[in-house]
């Protein structure tokens, strides 16, 4: 405990006579002679006797003076001069978390990764809200524990697990560029954010389909007529989450019923074909005549950074019928009755269980997926089955539009 208190720091900074006065633990109260009272801070660092000025005592309380020199004097422990580091990220231009972000997405995860704008959303949605706009030496465990909380109490325990692996990896950079000496998400594990995930399991039996789409229908007014028809292809085409609701018009042959998924867009990298079946092509129809001219079949609705329908639209939209919505604290009515949560993911797991309920042969199965085949079936197999693929597709359509 310092020899200072805040009453004492409060008369002296109000007297205004220049004085240079000790708490402890290399940490003084300066009032200089001309300009505002301000906290600093004397080291050693390298055999050198050194002072950094730490903030002003109008910013800065007694309390935060403390707390800051600490977290100085642990990096001059770990081997970094702060003065030399505070330098350092004038030059460079990272001094906040959002600067660090920058750097990291720019240097690395956007040549590295095939889909860097899943770290970005997240970032972006989760982690900056709490420590975008913080130096970065002063990010916290404490902080790191507010960002997963608040993931986990919206009920994502997937996203809490991925945001705390991202973040992880975020600091780990700033470690590389020697702008902190150690890491604040180290502590937690995937026990501190949303657990051990089990492999989902979940998909919708033929009465929960009528059921729930029926749900979307009462509800129309909320649920929306893009989320409704949005849900009914990724029934009948299987397809993942954000190879749909980031679809071009440009990729589609509505008179062939053919769409082409390119490779940049698809999660193995395979470009692929999918055969469009009849109920799939008229529902498309009706979304280009809704899409009023736009690139995308889902535009954006509200303005948005990005101009297709975002990756959590129609989750968020399905959890608030289920009477889950994020950042509430009065939840709205569960629509859905006794019916087991389900996320657009668990549509396309729903397709596959509909092909076997079908016999579908399941190497076309798989492949409707877009799954490579294993083994040394997919080493001489490179068959794309189309022709069989149009079949399955047709034969899901016809079985779930009586569903509906």
């Given at each position: 405990m310092g020899s200072l208190t805040a009453k004492q720091v409060k008369s002296i900074v109000s007297a205004g006579m220049p004085v240079r006065k000790a708490d402890g633990r290399g940490l003084y109260l300066v009032v200089p002679e001309v300009g505002e009272a301000y906290w600093a801070l004397r080291y050693t660092a390298l055999g050198k006797r050194r002072q950094m000025t730490i903030g002003k005592t109008s910013d800065l309380t007694l309390a935060d003076a403390r707390s800051e020199a600490e977290l100085q004097k642990r990096h001059v422990r770990g081997g970094t001069d702060p003065i030399v580091a505070r330098q350092r990220a004038e030059w460079t231009g990272i001094q906040s978390v959002e600067d660090l972000f920058a750097d990291w997405y720019t240097n690395d995860i956007k040549p590295r990764l095939k889909h860097p704008q899943i770290p970005k959303r997240l970032f972006e949605n989760d982690i900056a809200p709490v420590i975008g706009r913080m130096r970065i030496q002063g990010v916290s465990s404490l902080d790191i524990r507010e960002i997963i909380q608040r993931v986990n109490a919206s009920g994502r325990p997937t996203v809490a697990n991925d945001v705390l692996g991202y973040t992880k990896q975020l600091f780990r950079h700033a470690i590389k560029l020697g702008l902190v000496s150690h890491n604040p998400a180290t502590p937690f594990t995937v026990n501190d954010a949303g657990g051990i995930e089990n492999s989902r399991r979940r998909h919708l039996s033929p009465a929960e389909i009528k059921s729930v789409f029926a749900v979307f229908r009462e509800h129309r007014a909320s649920f929306g007529r893009d989320n409704y028809l949005?849900?009914?292809?990724?029934?009948?085409?299987?397809?993942?989450?954000?190879?749909?609701?980031?679809?071009?018009?440009?990729?589609?042959?509505?008179?062939d019923q053919l769409w082409h998924l390119p490779a940049s867009r698809s999660k193995t990298g395979s470009a692929i074909t999918i055969p469009l079946p009849t109920q799939a092509v008229s529902w498309l129809q009706e979304l280009h005549d809704r899409s009023f001219g736009s690139e995308f079949v889902f535009?954006?609705?509200?303005?948005?950074?990005?101009?297709?329908?975002?990756?959590?639209?129609?989750?968020?939209?399905?959890?608030?019928?289920?009477?889950?919505?994020?950042?509430?604290k009065i939840q709205p009515p569960n629509r859905m009755g006794e019916i087991e949560h389900f996320t657009i993911h668990d549509l396309r797991r729903t397709f596959r269980s509909l092909l076997s309920k079908l016999q579908v042969h399941p190497h076309v199965a798989e492949r409707c997926l877009n799954h490579k085949l294993q083994g040394v079936i997919g080493i001489y197999d490179r068959h794309d089955y189309l022709s069989e693929r149009k079949i399955a597709h047709q034969q899901v359509a016809d079985y779930v539009y009586e569903l509906l």
């Open positions: 949005c849900c009914c292809l990724f029934l009948v085409l299987g397809v993942r989450k954000s190879e749909l609701c980031e679809a071009m018009w440009s990729e589609f042959e509505l008179e535009p954006a609705r509200r303005s948005s950074k990005i101009p297709h329908m975002g990756p959590d639209t129609l989750n968020r939209a399905i959890s608030k019928l289920f009477g889950r919505e994020a950042g509430r």
